[in-house]
């Protein structure tokens, strides 16, 4: 396996009961890039999403056949601690989702949990400003997360991932209750965060898709004979540039075109 | 997971066994403290049945049917004590259902300004909060004074039904319930109220809409709509009702003669359970355990009755 | 209903008239002689229902956060809840009988028979479905997207638990747990031949002790005026103290509303 790749999905089909919602995904995710889902709803982005931090554990029902690796482990394996896992690999979600604590603590709790042994004033600034959110919040560190805007507070939420600096960040559609000045600030710190950390991205913003990832991996979804649902499967996986001006495939062509239904 | 954390500022990447376990012996921990619901079930019925064994075996279901309750003679039967706690919880709600149902239409439906009807709405909860001591005190000094002239008028008028046929003198069935009713009536108000507040809207303004009066949407259609929470509070009152104690204890006058006058002194499971567990000694005491087991089972059906009934019509809504 | 206010109004004036410093310091008369207080019945009320929340409080919080928390929907998790909602519906007296069945009658503390620490056990089993119900409850209504983001940054389900879930389902729990703590307050049933009574100041939880409650059932039936004074003014008491829970409970609900 080369060295620059991070995660590898080797024949992953994920369920929820007995309904498939993605299935045979084989993908190699760069090291130090960032890598971008895009594709219609439903397909199965956030699921594989989650998959790569264990966080599907947390579903009842959800089940993941296959290797996903990482650092040289098979991540599901049994003697692997999910929560080691996620102190590695750090998420977004999309719906913000700040603690109900004071802002600085939003940002503390985590890193104390990761055993940071700095200064947390300084941590709590650095991340804060990272995620473009530290002019609203500096006058009010010590005030609930909740009195945050909906944009302000996935900004707290992206300032919590980096605050713990997980070696993998995966973000589900983080930018998608912000503002076009503030989705640019976030995406001022993805290009600066890639150079330490790897970043896998949903979004369903293609322009987003062009300006921040280097490689785009488009899923889409269909129907199977006998299946009770939609099956999602990875349809291309490429650098963003040939996704988005010569896909292989006719349906990415489609979709990225905006000529997709 | 081998490889060194990025960066060094952060020292626990890796979970310390002690992390571990912690995480693992809370799990464990929350478990049988779950589990201790079951265990302490598990005991009650296990120590009363033990309790009632030997009753159980000397005087088997005749215990039910008579009503001789004899301690010099060792006879016992529970029969006036099983029909005092079905006849004061069976009529305490046939009287506090109508009024407390009516409540609770009177504070949902905006008959009243807003402030009035929160005012009520508080005043019942607290109402639900005194305890039931107190009340049987109220009883004895208050209520039973109070109403001796409507009841000896009852026994004036149909003094000649087996039901009214005795003088009332001070404690007896008839406080007994009126106390009862006292004491469910906020329970059925408050939960008939609820009800009715989680009726949808979109129904009350659909029956609205087709030109229904105020009061034949409320007939039929909202309360048809509440009927099974409303059931199974209802089923949960007569639960309390019957295994209501001190109240009733204190007013009930806790005769071991069987009367069917209303007007007389009676007894139920749980005030002769009061009055008597803490002196009673030899089968006198499995006697009363048995009568225990009458009064969990009673309960038990009851409120697992109000269960099925709230789970079970709540689907068709 | 209106004259069910009646009787609030009458125990309010009725008790209200007779609360004095001596009332609430000194310790009952002995029968046929005059004044005294109530103080060891306020004070032993205190102690059964502190026991009682010592064990109901931390086993009903534990239960509840391990059916909302870590148990699937499957038959453990079924039949905790509908044997929570049956111990519910078990009467109180049978609480009593249970517990002197199984403490009083044994002796199984120092030897000891009729104890505050029988009492506040007998009260606990009556605490123990509402504290129970109200967690689960609670926590139920923590939206998961918060559980995810604690898990997220690497929090172990204990950290999560303890750290973000439970202080964010902290208004309905705490109010649940006040109003269940009022409740018991309250109960007579269950100490009448567990706790028993005490004409004495507490000696010890190993002991009879007097509480509120008792005081009110055995001083009602007795023939002496002094003791029918008496248990009115405890039934002021003991509706104040609990009214005053119950407001409690209301502010919280509405103080820590975000
Ligand atoms: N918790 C769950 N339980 C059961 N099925 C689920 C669950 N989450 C997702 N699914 C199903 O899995 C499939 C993929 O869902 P997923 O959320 O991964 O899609 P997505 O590509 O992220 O969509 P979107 O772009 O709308 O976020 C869908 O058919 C969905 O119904
Ligand atoms: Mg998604």
């Given at each position: 396996m080369a060295s620059d790749v991070c995660m590898s999905l080797q024949d992953v089909t994920i369920s929820y009961g007995s309904f498939?919602?993605?299935?045979n995904v084989y993908m190699d995710l760069p090291k130090g890039k960032v890598t971008a889902f895009i594709g219609?709803?439903?397909?199965?982005k956030s699921t594989v999403l989650r998959a790569l931090n264990r966080?599907?554990?947390?579903?009842?029902?959800c089940s993941l056949k296959g290797r996903v690796i990482f650092d040289q482990h098979d991540?599901?394996?049994?003697?692997?601690?999910p929560v080691e896992v996620r102190r590695r690999i750090g998420m977004v979600f999309q719906k913000p989702n700040p603690f109900p604590k004071s802002i600085y603590e939003n940002i503390a709790f985590g890193a104390r949990i990761n055993g940071y042994k700095g200064d947390m004033d300084e941590l709590v600034e650095r991340s804060l400003r990272k995620a473009a959110v530290w002019d609203e919040c500096k006058d009010k560190l010590?005030?609930?997360?909740?009195?945050?805007?909906g944009g302000q507070q996935q900004r707290l939420c992206i300032a919590r991932a980096i605050a713990t600096e997980p070696e993998v960040i995966l973000m589900d559609?983080?930018?998608?209750?912000?503002?076009p000045i503030s989705t640019l600030k976030i995406e001022e710190t993805m290009h600066e965060l890639k150079r330490s950390y790897t970043i896998m991205i949903v979004t369903h913003n293609m322009q987003q898709a062009v300006r921040v990832a280097d490689m785009t991996a488009f899923f889409n979804a269909e129907a199977v004979e006998g299946g009770s649902g939609k099956v999602g499967y990875l349809v291309e996986f490429n650098e963003t540039e040939n996704i988005f001006n010569?896909?292989?495939?006719q349906s990415t062509l489609d979709y990225v075109s905006g000529r997709f239904g | 997971m081998r490889s060194a954390p990025?960066?060094?500022?952060?020292?626990?990447?890796r979970r310390p066994p002690q992390e571990k376990l912690t995480d693992i012996g809370f799990r464990q921990l929350t478990l049988v403290l779950a589990a201790s619901v079951g265990i302490v079930l598990l005991a009650i019925f296990v120590t009363v049945f033990t309790g009632a064994r030997e009753a159980m075996a000397t005087f088997g279901l005749r215990f039910l049917t008579t009503s001789a309750w004899d301690p010099v003679n060792e006879q016992y039967g529970a029969l006036i004590a099983i029909y005092g706690t079905l006849v004061t919880a069976i009529l305490s709600l046939l009287i506090a259902v109508p009024i407390g149902l009516g409540t609770a239409i009177f504070i949902t439906e905006?008959?009243?300004p807003r402030s009035v009807r929160d005012v009520i709405g508080l005043l019942v909860e607290l109402l639900a909060a005194i305890p039931s001591v107190v009340l049987g005190l109220w009883a004895i000094f208050v209520m039973e004074p109070a109403i001796r002239p409507f009841l000896s008028l009852l026994h004036s008028t149909l003094?000649?039904?087996?039901?009214?046929?005795t003088e009332p003198q001070g404690p007896g069935t008839a406080p007994a319930i009126l106390i009862l009713v006292v004491m469910v009536l906020p329970i059925i108000t408050a939960i008939s109220r609820d009800a009715l507040n989680q009726v949808p809207v979109e129904l009350r303004q659909g029956a609205y809409g087709v030109g229904t009066t105020r009061w034949g949407a409320i007939f039929n259609v909202i309360l048809p709509a509440a009927v099974s929470s409303i059931m199974g509070g209802v089923m949960l009152s007569l639960g309390r009702a019957m295994g209501e104690t001190m109240a009733v204890t204190m007013i009930i006058?806790?005769?071991l003669n069987f009367s069917l006058s209303l007007l007389a002194p009676g007894n139920t499971i749980a005030s002769m359970l009061a009055n008597q567990f803490g002196e009673a000694d030899g089968i006198q005491v499995s006697a009363l355990m048995y009568a225990a087991v009458v009064l969990m089972i009673l309960t038990f059906i009851v409120n697992v009755l109000a269960q099925w009934i709230v789970r079970r019509l709540s689907l068709r809504y | 209903m209106i004259p069910l206010f009646l009787v609030l109004i009458y125990v309010l004036i009725q008790g209200g008239r007779l609360i004095s410093l001596q009332l609430l310091t000194e310790l009952p008369p002995a029968p046929g002689l005059e004044g005294g207080g109530i103080g060891n019945a306020i004070l032993g009320t205190i102690v059964v229902t502190l026991i009682a929340s010592l064990i109901a409080i931390p086993v009903g919080v534990g239960g509840g956060v391990y059916l909302s928390e870590?148990?699937?929907?499957?038959w453990f998790s079924k039949f905790v809840r509908f044997g929570n909602d049956v111990l519910a519906g078990v009467p109180s007296i049978i609480c009593g009988v249970f517990i002197y069945s199984l403490i009083v009658a044994t002796?199984?503390?120092?030897?000891?028979?009729?104890?505050a620490m029988a009492g506040g056990i007998a009260l606990s089993v009556l605490m123990l479905p509402t504290v129970i119900k109200t967690t689960y409850e609670g926590l139920l209504l923590v939206p998961q997207e918060m559980r995810m983001g604690a898990y997220g940054v690497g929090a172990s389900r204990f950290v999560t638990i303890t750290q973000i879930t439970l202080p964010a389902a902290f208004t309905p729990i705490a109010t649940g747990v006040v109003l269940g703590i009022a409740r018991a307050a309250g109960e007579t049933a269950p100490l009448i031949f567990t706790a028993l009574f005490s004409p004495?100041?507490?000696?010890?939880?190993f002991n009879p002790i007097a509480t509120m409650s008792v005081l009110i059932f055995n001083f009602a039936i007795m023939p002496y005026e002094a003791q029918n004074e008496l248990a009115w003014a405890a039934s002021f008491v003991l509706v104040i103290m609990i009214l005053g829970a119950n407001l409690l409970a209301r502010w919280i609900s509405h103080a820590t509303r975000a």
């Open positions: 498939e919602a993605v299935k219609p709803s439903g397909c199965g966080m599907n554990d947390l579903i009842p029902g991540l599901y394996d049994k003697r692997v601690d010590k005030e609930s997360g909740f009195s945050l805007s559609e983080p930018c998608s209750a912000l503002d010569s896909p292989s495939q | 990025p960066i060094d500022a952060f020292t626990l990447r905006d008959l009243l003094g000649w039904t087996p039901f009214f046929s006058g806790n005769s | 870590y148990a699937q929907d499957g002796r199984i503390f120092f030897d000891q028979s009729f104890s004495f100041w507490p000696e010890g939880l």
